[in-house]
């Protein structure tokens, strides 16, 4: 069975040499309409031929409805070049990510404190928690789902929720510069009041599209 973050990235690399390809033969002029036109097109070609695993389907089906919908404005050339930069920082060279270490969370937590959030993973998350920061950044971490994600060797083994308030791009940049991605699940509404939830998954694998650090700039 296909990994998705594995398909994905086959398809968004595949996707672009395809277009490159197209432009170098002169088949597809070099602007940003003919380019989404291209990859427009692509998405629904490879739908219909079925060349991925179902596991990237849906996300598929997304990319088109809104290829329809926006046109040029879907910018999925720019999408799909921002995925693959950002896979890039998490796979190795045989195109598997590695382990997620309890050192990593520990260092993002840190990132995270030095731009004055507060961190809080000493307290148990239920319906009822309401986190207090008077309006302060923070992540907020279940203790007891802390304590049950990671194996002895101090390795992500379950997936792990966060509880995001804040500036949320500055905190997947940071979950990123240590090796995080960062999967959502709501962006406001969540177990904590005010807080977003947000999901870090063993060795990164989550199956859907995850949330994209800022791309440097090159």
């Known amino acids: 069975m296909a990994v998705f973050y594995q398909e994905l990235n086959k398809l968004v690399n595949e996707g672009l040499a395809e277009l490159q390809s197209s432009v170098t033969a002169g088949k597809t002029p070099n602007n940003p309409v ?48 921002h995925l693959g930069w950002a896979l890039s920082g998490v796979l190795t060279e045989e195109g598997t990510t590695s382990a997620v270490k309890a050192e990593q969370l520990d260092a993002f937590y840190s990132a995270l404190q030095q731009l004055d ?41 379950k997936p792990l929720s966060v509880y995001v308030r804040g500036n949320i791009q500055q905190c997947i940049d940071l979950a990123y510069q240590q090796g995080l991605l960062l999967y959502k699940v709501t962006d406001y509404k969540s177990l904590v009041k005010y807080h977003g939830e947000y999901i870090l998954y063993p060795d990164n694998a989550g199956d859907y599209l995850p949330e994209l650090p800022t791309r440097a700039v090159e």
Request: with cysteine; aromatic share 8%; net charge positive.
């Open 34 to 81: 003919s380019e989404t036109h291209f990859m427009s097109a692509w998405i629904t070609k490879v739908i219909k031929q079925q060349r991925y695993d179902h596991c990237v389907a849906k996300t598929l089906l997304g990319w088109q409805q809104m290829a329809r919908s926006m046109g040029k404005q879907a910018q999925l050339k720019l999408k799909f070049e």
């Open 117 to 157: 959030w507060v961190v809080a993973t000493e307290y148990e998350v239920n319906r009822k928690v309401t986190h207090h920061t008077d309006g302060q950044a923070s992540l907020v971490v279940c203790a007891k789902q802390l304590k049950e994600a990671f194996d002895e060797a101090g390795r992500l083994a």
